[in-house]
């Protein structure tokens, strides 16, 4: 029976039989129609699970508890670091400034630094004193005006915001124009920009038919004939072709 259980492990291959091989996935070689194991072993009934906290505190029952002579013990049994600023400035102050003079000064007054506590107190850094009646914290946000919302009031200040705005800016637009100055027209400009009005061009028409008069005039005036035709040009530009007489097309964003 022992033999069967170490026919699919890797005896003789990576050391002798041993009870780890059954329990190691990684000792098992794979059986032929079956699936290989997988798992490691469960511990036993008294296994904790989890991660061990190590620690000398009190535990639970200590952080319960608030024991601010404790804390001030602690920060007197520490020892505090040399302040060497307030050493330098006291040396200084005596006309001490070499480096033998300031040696021997610190020597015979050693100054610490406060304890963190002492220095982290409000009220106390800096000598900054806070008066008694003083709240610490953020103020309490105010209520919302529930009848400003009924009467849309947020949104008729918005368009008084607006109009003001707009109003701003059109005032500063027109002193713009009032304080910009003002480019003259010479001779020379006016031929620039001028156009010499020019002739429309006839109809064309064939050779032989140049002298004759047309026979149908279906324009009763000479304006509805020149209205037409504007009429015609401003409705060609929505259209295909050379000469704008094709289908409508959609315009081009």
């Known amino acids: ?7 699919y492990t890797k005896t003789g291959i990576i050391g002798v039989k041993r009870g780890t091989m ?9 059986e032929l129609g079956k699936p290989m194991f997988r798992g490691g072993k469960n511990p036993g009934d008294d296994f904790v699970y ?20 404790d804390l001030k013990e602690i920060e007197k049994s520490k020892i505090q670091e040399r302040d060497f600023v307030a050493m330098n400035k006291a040396a200084a102050e005596t006309g001490l400034v070499t ?15 406060l304890p963190r506590a002492a220095r982290s107190a409000p009220g106390k850094a800096k000598g900054v004193q806070f008066p008694s009646n003083m709240v610490f914290g953020k103020s309490t946000r105010p209520s919302t005006p529930i009848y400003d919302l009924l009467e849309h009031r947020f949104a008729d200040e918005w368009v008084q915001g607006q109009r003001e705005t707009e109003m701003r800016r059109r005032a500063k637009e027109e002193r713009f124009k009032k304080t910009s100055h003002h480019v003259y027209e010479t001779r020379a400009t006016i031929l620039r920009h001028h ?3 020019v002739a429309p061009k006839p109809l064309w028409k064939m050779s032989r038919f140049e002298k004759v008069q047309g026979h149908l005039d279906t324009f ?15 409705d060609g530009i929505a259209r ?4 704008h007489d094709g289908v409508y097309v959609d315009a081009n964003h």
Request: glycine share 8%; aromatic share 6%.
């Open 220 to 234: 009763g005036e000479a304006k509805k004939h020149e209205l037409a035709f504007s009429r015609h040009y401003q």
């Open 195 to 197: 156009k010499e009005p």
């Open 22 to 30: 059954l329990e190691n996935q990684l000792h098992h070689l794979p």
């Open 50 to 69: 989890g991660m061990a906290i190590k620690g000398t505190d009190g535990g639970v029952s200590e952080a319960m508890v608030w024991r601010e002579q």
């Open 240 to 243: 295909e072709g050379l000469h």
């Open 1 to 7: 029976m022992s033999e069967d259980k170490f026919r």
């Open 99 to 113: 480096a033998k003079e300031q040696q021997s000064f610190r020597k015979n007054n050693d100054i610490r630094k």
